[in-house]
């Protein structure tokens, strides 16, 4: 009964590099958030996915940024040319699908800490 | 905006103090409240919840009452632990139709000293 896996768990990269994270819901879970944590600040929604599609990305940095949640495998947030501001925890949520009613509790996994050198 | 604002940190006390930290949220229509915790290099956890006024969250010994009239929903412990040292975090979800699109606090770090 494994929870939300992420990977990596930590990723070191050097600026203009690209950084790929991973995440793989809770099993039964058909709907994936992820949430960028600055040092020293709360948690801040990017996007929200469900299989092959983008529900809303309004979090989302307008250039560099990019999320998909292909019909198989994980969904992938990836970070193209990566600047020292993109250092944070990223972390991965997934849920059910949303109920009609009643508290909707996402699940988070460990995070991936990105650091831009 | 909604919006969610912490007391903010550190907070450092002895074991078997009493811990409360407070939350205060602004919001349109009805929000679920919660509150998560963050040991130290792990992801969040859910501590509790509430879905409307009045509701009454509680586990592992902490409690948060939804208070609507003051827009609150502090945590409270009677007791703490050293285990309990961790950053916790307050959070609403709107329930609106179609995301999950939580607003969480800045964080709130708690010391715990033995």
């Known amino acids: 009964n494994a929870g939300v896996m992420q990977n990596p768990r930590h990723l070191v990269r050097r600026r203009g590099q690209e950084a790929r994270l991973r995440c793989s819901p809770m099993k039964g879970h058909s709907h994936v958030y992820w949430y960028r944590q600055l040092p020293e600040e709360g948690l801040k929604f990017m996007v929200y996915l469900q299989k092959e599609n983008i529900i809303d990305e309004s979090g989302m940095p307008k250039e560099r940024f990019s999320a998909e949640f292909p019909k198989e495998g994980p969904s992938i947030l990836r970070i193209q040319q990566v600047v020292r501001g993109d250092s944070a925890a990223y972390f991965c949520?997934?849920?059910?699908?949303?109920?009609?009613?009643?508290?909707?509790?996402?699940?988070f996994g460990a995070g991936s800490r990105l650091t831009v050198l | 905006g909604n919006s969610v604002t912490q007391m903010e940190g550190p907070v450092t006390l002895s074991e078997e103090a009493f811990l409360t930290i407070n939350c205060t949220y602004t919001?349109?229509?009805?929000?679920?409240l919660f509150w998560y915790v963050q040991y130290p290099g792990e992801g969040l956890q859910l501590l509790l919840k509430a879905t409307k006024a009045d509701d009454k969250g509680s586990n592992k010994g902490f409690e948060a009452t939804y208070r609507k009239e003051t827009t609150s929903f502090h945590l409270e412990k009677g007791s703490v632990q050293v285990s309990d040292s961790a950053v916790y975090f307050c959070a609403l979800d709107e329930n609106t139709s179609g995301t999950y699109k939580y607003i969480f606090g800045t964080g709130t770090r708690l010391k715990v000293l033995a």
């Open positions: 919001a349109t229509g009805y929000p679920s």
């Open positions: 949520a997934s849920s059910p699908p949303k109920r009609s009613y009643g508290a909707n509790v996402l699940t």
